[in-house]
């Protein structure tokens, strides 16, 4: 029996996520086809080339933008985008949504930001337990001054869907910082710790982290 579930764990560890992914991969791209209704039936690709083709509807969204980001790199495209914000701006609620979403964009975006760069050990729920954080931003305006010490925002996700979370503002004595990727962090709460990222020691050797520790 004992080693009757030792390969039934192995047969799930090996087929799960690869189950997953197939998954999302086949949900993405099945969106991703639906843009081809915007087309009219005689320009689809399956009237064109009488054959239908799965995915196309992925590379012609990769398309789309990367032509919107050479049109608005350029100082007509600017002008463009600029007077769109402007006439977007002058909606009540469409401003407030757009314009929270556009900030976000560009704060995860940009190659000098720092939110979702770094990955924090910090203690919580209280102390003495510990889980793994992500740093969003160091800038916290009055929050600064109000508690009067060098405080920093981080993100606390759940497990394991880390979409849902706390926004933390903490001392940044408070945490510590990990060498591991965010794309490592990420792994790791989504396993819920099964998938323990290794750690590269001092002289360059790679040994695995202990989970227990």
């Given at each position: 029996?004992?080693?009757?579930?030792?390969?039934?764990?192995?047969?799930?560890?090996?087929?799960?996520?690869?189950?997953?992914?197939?998954?999302?991969?086949?949900?993405?791209?099945?969106?991703?086809?639906?843009?081809?209704?915007?087309?009219?039936?005689?320009?689809?690709?399956?009237?064109?080339?009488?054959?239908?083709?799965?995915?196309?509807?992925?590379?012609?969204?990769?398309?789309?933008?990367?032509?919107?980001?050479?049109?608005?790199?350029?100082?007509?495209?600017?002008?463009?985008?600029?007077?769109?914000?402007?006439?977007?701006?002058?909606?009540?609620?469409?401003?407030?949504?757009y314009?929270?979403?556009?900030?976000l964009?560009?704060t995860?975006?940009?190659?000098?930001?720092?939110?979702?760069?770094?990955?924090?050990?910090?203690?919580?729920?209280?102390?003495?337990?510990?889980?793994?954080?992500?740093?969003?931003?160091?800038?916290?305006?009055?929050?600064?001054?109000?508690?009067?010490?060098?405080?920093?925002?981080?993100?606390?996700?759940?497990?394991?869907?880390?979409?849902?979370?706390?926004?933390?503002?903490?001392?940044?004595?408070?945490?510590?910082?990990l060498?591991?990727?965010?794309?490592?962090g990420?792994?790791?709460?989504?396993?819920?710790?099964?998938?323990?990222?290794?750690?590269?020691?001092?002289?360059?050797?790679?040994?695995?982290?202990?989970?227990?520790?």
């Amino acid at each position: 029996m004992a080693s009757l579930r030792k390969y039934l764990i192995a047969g799930i560890l090996v087929w799960l996520p690869l189950g997953v992914t197939v998954l999302v991969v086949k949900l993405f791209v099945d969106l991703m086809d639906q843009i081809l209704v915007f087309l009219p039936p005689q320009y689809r690709p399956e009237a064109l080339l009488h054959v239908s083709i799965p995915g196309f509807g992925v590379v012609v969204s990769i398309v789309i933008i990367f032509l919107t980001g050479v049109v608005a790199a350029n100082i007509f495209g600017r002008r463009l985008v600029s007077l769109w914000e402007g006439l977007l701006a002058r909606i009540p609620l469409v401003r407030s949504v757009y314009s929270a979403v556009k900030q976000l964009t560009e704060t995860l975006f940009s190659s000098s930001g720092q939110s979702f760069r770094k990955v924090l050990l910090v203690e919580y729920p209280r102390r003495g337990l510990w889980t793994v954080a992500f740093q969003t931003g160091t800038d916290v305006g009055e929050a600064q001054a109000k508690t009067g010490e060098q405080v920093i925002n981080i993100y606390v996700p759940t497990t394991p869907n880390p979409t849902s979370g706390f926004f933390l503002m903490i001392p940044r004595k408070d945490v510590v910082e990990l060498n591991m990727s965010v794309d490592e962090g990420l792994k790791m709460i989504i396993s819920m710790g099964v998938v323990v990222p290794v750690q590269k020691t001092a002289a360059g050797a790679v040994a695995r982290q202990d989970a227990s520790t």
